[in-house]
Every structure is written in structure tokens, then in C-alpha cells.
């Protein structure tokens, strides 16, 4: 069984930061990519960041140069430091991984975190 939890949320005034982090355990075999999605009350869940096992980046426009993806592969951790929030950053954060849960399976499945909430005051 894969978990990933998030951690980090919380509330900030605009132009500060946080820093989420989203850890992955159970049975993992091996970790592709792993990202970040937002989903603002009301609205569809969007794309923020991606990272790769060998660490190139992705970005949506909207975050490029104030959000930093990053992780820690021997800790099965991501981490996506934000800075410079806005009000419209505010939204549930989900992290998510492709894992192979173990050397017999064939390719990677999708796992998702329960998400946690990111709330910028203005």
C-alpha cells in the first residue's frame, strides 16, 4: 500500500511563503515523477509543478519564479517552496507521485495525497 501525505499549509499574508511537503511510504519499489496540483474552491483542479527522479523541473506560468519544486529521492520527499504568495494562490494543494510499488509490476500507477490547504490574505 503507497501513501503520500502532505504537510505545510496553512495561512499567510500575501508576499510571504510557505514550504509543502509531501512524503511517500509503504510499498515503493521506484518513484518517477512526482508533482503538485491546486484545486481553488469552485474551480477545476490545475497543474503547478512536476519534478522528475533525475530532478528537471516543470512549471506552470502562473508560479514560474516565485514556486521551487524540489525533492529528496532518498526520502521519497517533495517539497514545493512558494514564495511571493498571492490571494490567488489560495487553493487545496494535492501532491501526487508515479510509483511502482513493486519490481513485478508492470510500469507505474498514480497516487495522490488528501491535499492541504494554502490560504493567502490580501
Known amino acids: 500500500q503507497v501513501q503520500l501525505v502532505e504537510s505545510g499549509g496553512g495561512l499567510v499574508q500575501a508576499g510571504g511563503s510557505l514550504r509543502l511537503s509531501c512524503a511517500a511510504s509503504?510499498?515503493?519499489?521506484?518513484?518517477?515523477?512526482m508533482g503538485w496540483y491546486r484545486q481553488a474552491p469552485g474551480k477545476q483542479r490545475d497543474f503547478v509543478a512536476q519534478i522528475t527522479d533525475g530532478g528537471t523541473q516543470n512549471y506552470a506560468d502562473s508560479v514560474k519564479g516565485r514556486f521551487t519544486v524540489s525533492r529528496d529521492n532518498d526520502k521519497n520527499t517533495m517539497y514545493l517552496q512558494m514564495n511571493s504568495l498571492k490571494p490567488e494562490d489560495t487553493a487545496v494543494y494535492y501532491c501526487?507521485?508515479?510509483?511502482?510499488?513493486?519490481?513485478?509490476?508492470?510500469?507505474?500507477?498514480?497516487?495522490w495525497g488528501q491535499g492541504t490547504q494554502v490560504t493567502v490574505s490580501s
Open positions: 501526487y507521485g508515479s510509483i511502482k510499488p513493486n519490481s513485478w509490476t508492470l510500469g507505474y500507477n498514480q497516487y
Open positions: 509503504g510499498s515503493i519499489f521506484g518513484i518517477n515523477v
